[in-house]
């Protein structure tokens, strides 16, 4: 079943919009995650396309068919909800059978797809447990196989995995995942955890100040940001945002005296933001000249975050995998220079041009050094 | 060896205090003198006001007292006889039945009913929350004379309506029959305030996620609110069923300043008797003796609420 959602804007108070102007194409079977921070309207998405909300403007398509003005249950869907929606006072098998005996579904209907679901996520001897007895991850799962039981095509999830622990939550991505590949269901996955949306999705909406950022695959969200709301979001730790001035003589990206980036074709303007990912930068301590400061360092075991304060005033976040890591020094000078790729944004927050080779330093030694004796 | 075996000591050591503390030996006597200086003012209290009346009521009720309320002689269970052979007292117990039963079911029903109101989102709501729950303010006092007024044969808004709408007027409190009609409506209005409070309070706590879930696997508003809603906020609707049935087998309060018991002792509720006999008749035994009954049928309908809801409250 495709979803098509045409300039979808909610407003509640008629001046003011939630939403505005969600635009795309949802594919059948696709696993399509919608992404934000809180407060940024994919929860009122979502509910919009449930039907459980109204919408202010624009249209959804159906499998071609209007449904902007139909109810809930007239939109071939089910929903999973953030604290699982479960009624306390039915047992397991009660509530993944829930609405369907409403149906006028018979009984022996009724008891094979409540065995199939509950089978499904591997529940099968709690059915007459009540949500109560049964822990976090379980509960999700009896959520989840009612999505099941109802059949629908399209399933729509809000924040399903957040209530539970790290590792949990890991568990469960797979899970989700491999159900929907399994069932071909198409999935509209709300999430504020972009490892959720990475490592789940086969596109990823992201929504900030009531507007689409930008939609894409994982990898053309992680390599090809649109603007820095984006770049920041994706990646931990966070990419590093750095205000530049472009310098014309040397045809540099210049962010503090000692730390210069390579320009790409069509610069004109003065200012840009370089973003640059924690992996993009080489530190070393050397004896004759440094450009930073260690100001904290976290040891993680396989690497390490180091975060550093530039001599211009810059902080960045730096991750260091190699073995002297557990021993950087608070306040020990270093020698920061950027490694590979890096991003070119306009003042405005834009995605101007992608930087840098992906294969070791940018730049010379020699060059380093010219910059930093001028 | 030696390390373990500390170790096990220790632990052992540990166990046998815990033990002793969970059991509660081994407290020492001054922590009792603690205890007791702590306890000493509620029992103080309480034994003043509630335990010693309690027994000395009991007692009493196995004597025949004279008119200073002094038991002279005992007569074992003869109080007890008396009292429901008498026709009288019956009259009353089936009245004060009848009554409870009303209130108590009115008041769950319109309480659930305002609290639903109450909670749709419709503008200006809030003045309607203020105005449903406002009879909690009002005094009984307050409330009898609102009623009077409005249940005055002549004056009253009650006759205005049905004179205007051609109907027959009635003499509300003092006709046998409408005298109860008109105690329970006001009894219902008084208790209304609070009943619709907690069940508002119940009704907004129930997640909005149920109601979406139900939307969207497309059942009827009917059988969400009887499926959804009622299961949800059972606990309290057992609460307030509980509250207002003891409330309701309590009322002296509304009977006495507007019917006083009467016409012919139609609304002479087993309190409002229990009154009449002791502090106007001055038969402190036998008001001693409907005191116990009271008190152990209210216990009785509180078992069985107890036995029977209580299963299918908790979830």
Same mark, same amino acid.
């Given at each position: 079943?495709?979803?098509?959602?045409?300039?979808?804007?909610?407003?509640?108070?008629?001046?003011?919009?939630?939403?505005?102007?969600?635009?795309?194409?949802?594919?059948?079977?696709?696993?399509?995650? $919608?992404? /934000?921070?809180?407060?940024?309207?994919?929860?009122?998405?979502?509910?919009? $396309?449930?039907?459980?909300?109204?919408?202010?403007?624009?249209?959804?398509?159906?499998?071609?068919?209007?449904?902007?003005?139909?109810?809930?249950?007239?939109?071939?869907?089910?929903?999973?909800?953030?604290?699982?929606?479960?009624?306390?006072?039915?047992?397991?098998?009660?509530?993944?059978?829930?609405?369907?005996?409403?149906?006028?579904?018979?009984?022996?209907?009724?008891?094979?797809?409540?065995?199939?679901?509950? =089978?499904?996520?591997?529940?099968?001897?709690?059915?007459?447990?009540?949500?109560?007895?049964?822990?976090?991850?379980?509960?999700?799962?009896?959520?989840?196989?009612?999505?099941?039981?109802?059949?629908?095509?399209?399933?729509?999830?809000? *924040?399903?995995?957040?209530?539970?622990?790290?590792?949990?939550?890991?568990?469960?991505?797979?899970?989700?995942?491999?159900?929907?590949?399994?069932?071909?269901?198409?999935?509209?996955?709300?999430?504020? =955890?972009?490892?959720?949306?990475?490592?789940?999705?086969?596109?990823?909406?992201?929504?900030?100040?009531?507007?689409?950022?930008?939609?894409?695959?994982?990898?053309?969200?992680?390599?090809?940001?649109?603007?820095?709301?984006?770049?920041?979001?994706?990646?931990?730790?966070?990419?590093?945002?750095? *205000?530049?001035?472009?310098?014309?003589?040397?045809?540099?990206?210049?962010? =503090?005296?000692?730390?210069?980036? =390579?320009?790409?074709?069509?610069?004109?303007?003065?200012?840009?933001?370089?973003?640059?990912?924690?992996?993009?930068?080489?530190?070393?301590?050397?004896?004759?000249?440094?450009?930073?400061?260690?100001?904290?360092?976290?040891?993680?075991?396989?690497?390490?975050?180091?975060?550093?304060?530039?001599? /211009?005033?810059?902080?960045?976040?730096?991750?260091?995998?190699?073995?002297?890591?557990?021993?950087?020094? $608070?306040?020990?000078?270093?020698?920061?220079?950027?490694? /590979?790729?890096?991003?070119?944004?306009?003042?405005?927050?834009?995605?101007?041009?992608?930087? /840098?080779?992906?294969?070791?330093?940018?730049?010379?030694?020699? *060059?380093?050094?010219?910059?930093?004796?001028? | 060896?030696?390390?373990?075996?500390?170790?096990?000591?220790?632990?052992?050591?540990?166990?046998?205090?815990? !033990?002793?503390?969970?059991?509660?030996?081994? @407290?020492?006597?001054?922590?009792?003198?603690?205890?007791?200086?702590?306890?000493?003012?509620?029992?103080?209290?309480?034994?003043?006001?509630?335990?010693?009346?309690?027994?000395?009521?009991?007692?009493? !009720?196995?004597?025949?007292?004279? !008119?200073?309320?002094?038991?002279?002689?005992?007569?074992?269970?003869?109080?007890?006889?008396?009292?429901?052979?008498?026709?009288?007292?019956?009259?009353?117990?089936?009245?004060?039945?009848?009554?409870?039963?009303?209130?108590?079911?009115?008041?769950?029903?319109?309480?659930?009913?305002?609290?639903?109101?109450?909670?749709?989102?419709?503008?200006?709501?809030?003045?309607?929350?203020?105005?449903?729950?406002?009879?909690?303010?009002?005094?009984?006092?307050? #409330? #009898?004379?609102?009623?009077?007024?409005?249940?005055?044969?002549?004056?009253?808004?009650?006759?205005?309506?049905?004179?205007?709408?051609?109907?027959?007027?009635?003499?509300?409190?003092?006709?046998?029959?409408? #005298?109860?009609?008109?105690?329970?409506?006001?009894?219902?209005?008084?208790?209304?305030?609070?009943?619709?409070?907690?069940?508002?309070?119940?009704?907004?706590?129930?997640?909005?996620?149920?109601?979406?879930?139900?939307?969207?696997?497309?059942?009827?508003?009917?059988?969400?609110?009887?499926?959804?809603?009622?299961?949800?906020?059972?606990?309290?609707?057992?609460? #307030?069923?509980? @509250?207002?049935?003891?409330?309701?087998?309590?009322?002296?309060?509304?009977?006495?300043?507007?019917?006083?018991?009467?016409?012919?002792?139609?609304?002479?509720?087993?309190?409002?008797?229990?009154?009449?006999?002791?502090?106007?008749?001055?038969?402190?035994?036998?008001?001693?003796?409907?005191?116990?009954?009271?008190?152990?049928?209210?216990?009785?309908?509180?078992? @069985?609420?107890?036995?029977?809801?209580?299963?299918?409250?908790?979830?």
């Amino acid at each position: 079943m495709t979803i098509e959602l045409k300039n979808i804007g909610k407003s509640y108070d008629g001046n003011s919009w939630t939403l505005n102007g969600i635009t795309t194409e949802i594919e059948s079977g696709e696993f399509f995650a $919608i992404v /934000g921070p809180s407060g940024c309207g994919k929860s009122t998405l979502l509910r919009m $396309i449930a039907g459980l909300i109204s919408i202010s403007e624009g249209k959804i398509e159906i499998d071609g068919k209007d449904v902007t003005n139909l109810p809930p249950q007239d939109r071939n869907l089910t929903m999973v909800f953030q604290n699982y929606a479960l009624f306390p006072f039915l047992s397991v098998r009660d509530n993944v059978a829930f609405g369907l005996k409403e149906h006028k579904m018979d009984a022996e209907e009724i008891k094979r797809r409540v065995d199939e679901a509950l =089978d499904m996520v591997n529940l099968t001897e709690y059915g007459d447990r009540k949500p109560r007895d049964l822990s976090g991850g379980q509960r999700q799962r009896v959520a989840v196989a009612r999505a099941i039981a109802s059949d629908a095509e399209i399933c729509l999830m809000d *924040e399903p995995l957040s209530n539970l622990d790290a590792q949990l939550r890991g568990k469960m991505r797979s899970e989700i995942r491999m159900l929907q590949q399994k069932l071909g269901l198409t999935m509209i996955y709300v999430t504020h =955890d972009q490892v959720e949306a990475m490592t789940m999705a086969d596109r990823i909406m992201v929504l900030h100040d009531s507007k689409i950022q930008q939609i894409g695959t994982p990898l053309e969200i992680y390599n090809h940001p649109a603007n820095t709301f984006v770049a920041e979001f994706f990646g931990t730790p966070r990419m590093n945002l750095l *205000e530049a001035t472009y310098d014309a003589r040397l045809n540099k990206l210049v962010v =503090d005296e000692s730390l210069e980036f =390579d320009c790409e074709d069509g610069m004109d303007r003065d200012d840009y933001i370089v973003g640059v990912r924690p992996s993009g930068f080489s530190v070393e301590k050397a004896a004759d000249r440094s450009n930073a400061r260690v100001v904290n360092a976290e040891y993680l075991g396989n690497m390490s975050i180091v975060e550093l304060e530039l001599d /211009g005033g810059d902080e960045i976040r730096v991750t260091v995998d190699d073995e002297m890591n557990h021993d950087w020094m $608070i306040n020990q000078r270093m020698l920061v220079k950027p490694q /590979g790729i890096f991003y070119i944004f306009d003042k405005t927050g834009k995605l101007f041009a992608k930087g /840098g080779s992906s294969n070791g330093t940018s730049r010379s030694e020699e *060059e380093f050094v010219a910059t930093a004796a001028r | 060896m030696e390390q373990v075996d500390q170790k096990k000591s220790l632990s052992q050591q540990l166990h046998d205090k815990a !033990s002793k503390i969970s059991i509660g030996y081994d @407290i020492e006597a001054h922590d009792k003198h603690y205890a007791l200086l702590f306890l000493g003012p509620s029992l103080l209290i309480l034994s003043v006001f509630v335990f010693y009346p309690m027994i000395k009521t009991v007692w009493m !009720s196995f004597f025949l007292t004279n !008119s200073l309320g002094k038991p002279t002689v005992f007569v074992g269970l003869q109080n007890y006889i008396d009292l429901f052979t008498s026709s009288a007292y019956l009259n009353s117990m089936k009245a004060t039945f009848i009554y409870v039963l009303f209130v108590s079911i009115l008041t769950i029903v319109l309480g659930l009913l305002l609290a639903q109101t109450a909670s749709s989102k419709l503008k200006g709501i809030g003045f309607f929350r203020t105005a449903f729950s406002s009879t909690m303010g009002v005094s009984v006092s307050v #409330a #009898a004379i609102f009623w009077l007024f409005i249940f005055n044969p002549s004056v009253g808004l009650v006759n205005k309506i049905a004179e205007f709408l051609h109907l027959p007027v009635v003499n509300w409190l003092t006709q046998p029959g409408w #005298a109860m009609f008109a105690i329970i409506v006001s009894t219902v209005w008084m208790n209304l305030g609070f009943t619709f409070l907690i069940l508002f309070g119940a009704l907004q706590s129930v997640p909005v996620t149920l109601y979406e879930a139900a939307r969207i696997a497309g059942v009827s508003k009917r059988y969400q609110f009887f499926n959804i809603t009622i299961p949800m906020i059972s606990p309290t609707l057992f609460f #307030a069923a509980i @509250i207002t049935l003891i409330d309701a087998f309590k009322s002296f309060g509304l009977i006495d300043m507007m019917t006083a018991g009467g016409p012919n002792n139609t609304t002479n509720l087993l309190v409002y008797r229990i009154y009449q006999d002791a502090f106007l008749n001055g038969n402190y035994a036998l008001a001693s003796t409907e005191s116990v009954v009271l008190a152990i049928i209210i216990a009785v309908f509180t078992l @069985i609420q107890f036995k029977f809801l209580e299963k299918k409250v908790t979830y």
